[in-house]
């Protein structure tokens, strides 16, 4: 009798791409001090969230309009 293992399907949206960085000390021990002053434990997701953020707003402002911003205040 043979046992079927039964197969997980992968979520779309794994993470598959790895980014690093380097940091001077200062910079290290200011995001340290933000880390532990919040609370915040799970430094991967902190930092893909002020990552993303900054992305997404940076996008959303330069997002093509219509109408040029002297156009649109009138």
């Known amino acids: 009798?043979?046992?079927q293992q039964k197969t997980v399907p992968?979520?779309?949206?794994t993470r598959a791409h790895r980014v690093s960085f380097l940091m001077n000390d200062e910079e290290y021990q200011a995001v340290a001090r933000h880390l532990s002053?919040?609370?915040i434990t799970n430094k991967s997701n902190w930092y893909r969230s002020i990552i993303l953020t900054h992305?997404?707003?940076v996008m959303d402002a330069d997002y093509p309009t219509l109408f040029n911003e002297n156009e649109m205040r009138r």
């Open 1 to 3: 009798m043979k046992i």
């Open 10 to 13: 992968l979520p779309k949206n």
């Open 37 to 39: 002053r919040y609370r």
């Open 55 to 57: 992305v997404v707003r």
